[in-house]
């Protein structure tokens, strides 16, 4: 059937296997991912290893040069995009919280990144709207507020070269998108949200179920 699902639900041990199949965390990365599970219940904040992986590479196949990220968290994910950027590549990083980033900036500085990567702390909308509106940018990642995704989303978008690719996380947040008893601030925006980009004449469209469910937009 052409409709019929061919995604696989991943046991722990097909987990493992696929991670070790694909680019599997160094010891700097494997150290980060530990320290952020040792923080407890928050540290499902943190993208999956393979969605990690995954970045990395896009970020060298399109050959960005500019990336943004909107929610870094202990910022194991502006570490793998940093490590697909050139030398000379530059992320910015979005965040509102010293604490939870001041982790990140230990881990870009063991693997050589740090250089290339530039930190704020300020509401991201702030942020995003100091920037020139100019197609500056050739990656972003949105992984904050869901609520904020459509406001982080314009902002970028306006800011995006033509060809440039968005990727925002937690699209399917653990499957309930698509439960109509889920009914809350989170999972109401993120339905919002799927449905705006969905039918955006602006952008390709695709959705991945990678991970907690990944997004990419590509702009016309």
């Known amino acids: 059937m052409p409709n019929s ?5 991943l046991s722990p041990e097909t987990h493992a296997y696929l991670v070790e199949h694909g680019m599997p965390p160094d010891e700097i990365a494997r150290a980060l991912i530990e320290e952020t599970e040792a923080l407890g219940p928050i540290a499902r904040m943190q993208i999956a290893p393979e969605q990690g992986a995954f970045m990395t590479l896009l970020t060298r ?8 990220e909107v929610g870094t968290f202990t910022g194991y994910s502006a570490l793998c995009i940093a490590r697909g950027l050139p030398d000379d590549g530059r992320l ?3 965040d509102v919280s010293d604490e939870w980033t001041r982790i990140g900036k230990r881990y870009w500085e063991k693997a050589g990144v740090a250089q290339r990567i530039e930190l704020r702390i300020a509401p991201a909308t702030e942020t995003l709207r100091a920037l020139p509106v100019e197609p500056s940018f050739d990656l972003a990642f949105i992984d904050a507020d869901k609520p904020g ?6 902002e970028i978008l306006a800011r995006l070269r ?3 690719v968005i990727l925002a996380d937690n699209v399917l947040f653990m499957g309930t998108v698509v439960d109509p008893s889920v009914e809350n601030e989170t ?6 949200f799927n449905d705006l980009v969905a039918a955006d004449a602006r952008v390709d469209c695709v959705m991945l179920p990678v991970a907690d469910g990944l997004t990419l937009l590509r702009k016309r």
């Open 149 to 154: 995704y459509p406001t982080y989303y314009e």
């Open 162 to 164: 033509p060809g440039g």
């Open 92 to 94: 910015l990083c979005c």
């Open 5 to 9: 699902p061919k995604s696989i639900f």
């Open 187 to 192: 999972v109401t925006a993120i339905r919002a």
């Open 61 to 68: 196949l399109i050959g960005a040069r500019r990336a943004i």
